[in-house]
């Protein structure tokens, strides 16, 4: 950011937040979110497997298709 970016931004705020702290607040929302819909592809993969309706190598490909998608998230958020 500029200076006069950051000298707006800490105005708006009333200068209790840095630009950094706002960008942890994202990262740390946007992670929560994916590991949120990672748990819940665990789980309907799972229900699927009771179900009978798919077997336990789609399982695996379900939950490591989703943690490669986790860990590009990490990779650019930071």
Same mark, same amino acid.
């Given at each position: 950011m500029t200076d006069e970016q950051v000298v707006a931004f800490n105005a708006s705020v009333g200068g209790h937040f840095t630009p950094a702290d706002l960008y942890v607040v994202i990262a740390a929302l946007? =992670? +929560? @979110? %994916?590991? +949120?819909?990672l748990a819940w592809l665990a789980v309907s993969a799972? %229900? &699927? *497997? %009771?179900r009978n309706a798919l077997g336990f190598g789609? =399982?695996? &490909? !379900? *939950? !490591?298709r989703g943690v490669f998608v #986790?860990? @590009? #998230?990490t990779y650019f958020i930071r």
């Amino acid at each position: 950011m500029t200076d006069e970016q950051v000298v707006a931004f800490n105005a708006s705020v009333g200068g209790h937040f840095t630009p950094a702290d706002l960008y942890v607040v994202i990262a740390a929302l946007i =992670l +929560t @979110l %994916a590991f +949120t819909w990672l748990a819940w592809l665990a789980v309907s993969a799972y %229900a &699927g *497997i %009771a179900r009978n309706a798919l077997g336990f190598g789609d =399982l695996m &490909g !379900l *939950i !490591l298709r989703g943690v490669f998608v #986790l860990m @590009l #998230l990490t990779y650019f958020i930071r």
